[in-house]
């Protein structure tokens, strides 16, 4: 049995002759549900423990239909990609705390890697006869290796294979194919909820937020007078050294309103100038007494 869009790889496959699947072979969840343990075979997405695919879902009870059972047995059939150990470990964890079997790497040879092999890149290559030759993905001794094994192998001049890596502009115009310029790539972080690009400034904020806690100040201003109507009003949460309990929010909110006090007739004209005037005097104050740096957010009001 095999979730949807790999059920469709397969058979894409099987009608090209790539896989020989005999009839009977590929049946829908239902029919498994009657079928003996041991003449079900799930193939299935997760093997480093994505949280979106059917392997991590089956193997915490929310996949829909479908869970890991006592003596189950779970192959994980790729290796680590290295940063996923954490996170595989994981996933192996709530395996074994279902008493299932786990067969992997480390106690067995069972992975297949899904990049090209000498062979492989053989055949393609006598199959398209390309005029030019750019090897890409991987590491650039990857990219190095498979330069030189067209070059010494299949007989593709030198001048006629090009190793490029990231940022680089490749050329192409039928005749020559050339590195022309050099542009500064970026990492591009996508959203969760969807699929708009998030600016690398916002990431910064959001993992500040996340280790040092975030502090607003609101700050209530007579409109006729100028002078604050209130005392400030500072709520912190997350912040390592105020815990509402040991005076700091007073503290904070008399250094404040000196701060205000202080302020430039320009600073008190223009709320831009005011808040950030504001928010560095609160960030000096909170980094001095508890050495903490939480994301400051002014807001002035006025009445």
């Known amino acids: 049995m095999l979730g949807r869009s790999m059920q469709k790889n397969v058979e894409i496959a099987d009608r090209l002759g790539y896989l020989d699947i005999h009839d009977g072979l590929l049946v829908s969840i239902n029919e498994t549900k009657v079928m003996p343990d041991h003449e079900?075979?799930?193939?299935?997405t997760g093997s480093q423990a994505e949280p979106r695919a059917a392997l991590y879902q089956m193997a915490t009870q929310i996949y829909k239909g479908l869970t890991i059972e006592e003596s189950d047995t779970v192959v994980l059939s790729a290796r680590i990609i290295p940063g996923n150990e954490r996170a595989i470990s994981?996933?192996?964890?709530?395996?074994?705390?279902?008493?299932?079997?786990?067969?992997?790497?480390?106690?067995?040879?069972?992975?297949?890697?899904?990049h090209a092999s000498q062979e492989d890149i053989r055949i393609m290559t006598e199959a398209v006869r390309?005029?030019?030759?750019?090897?890409?993905?991987?590491?650039?001794?990857?990219?190095?290796?498979?330069?030189?094994?067209?070059?010494?192998?299949?007989?593709?001049?030198?001048?006629?294979?090009?190793?490029?890596?990231?940022?680089?502009?490749?050329?192409?115009?039928?005749?020559?194919?050339?590195?022309?310029?050099?542009r500064e790539v970026k990492r591009t972080f996508i959203d969760d909820s969807g699929f708009d690009e998030i600016e690398y400034e916002?990431?910064?904020?959001?993992?500040?937020?996340?280790y040092e806690g975030i502090v607003t100040l609101v700050v209530t201003i007579d409109s006729a007078t100028g002078q604050l109507e209130t005392a400030p009003r500072i709520v912190a949460h997350g912040v390592r050294g105020i815990d509402g309990t040991n005076g700091f929010i007073k503290s904070?909110?008399?250094?404040?309103?000196?701060?205000?006090?202080?302020?430039?007739?320009?600073?008190?004209?223009?709320?831009?100038?005011?808040?950030?005037?504001?928010?560095?005097?609160?960030?000096?104050?909170?980094?001095?007494?508890?050495?903490?740096r939480p994301v400051i957010t002014p807001v002035i009001q006025k009445i």
């Open 40 to 44: 079900v075979v799930f193939l299935v």
């Open 90 to 114: 994981k996933l192996i964890g709530f395996i074994y705390k279902k008493g299932a079997n786990i067969i992997e790497e480390k106690r067995r040879l069972i992975h297949v890697s899904g």
């Open 130 to 182: 390309p005029k030019f030759v750019v090897p890409i993905h991987g590491e650039y001794r990857m990219l190095f290796r498979h330069k030189e094994f067209v070059k010494n192998h299949l007989d593709i001049p030198e001048e006629r294979i090009i190793l490029i890596e990231n940022g680089d502009v490749l050329e192409l115009d039928g005749e020559r194919a050339a590195v022309v310029d050099r």
């Open 202 to 210: 916002t990431v910064r904020e959001r993992k500040k937020m996340a």
């Open 252 to 292: 904070a909110q008399a250094a404040i309103t000196t701060a205000f006090s202080k302020a430039s007739p320009v600073q008190l004209a223009d709320d831009t100038l005011l808040k950030e005037y504001l928010r560095l005097e609160l960030k000096r104050f909170i980094q001095t007494k508890t050495g903490s």
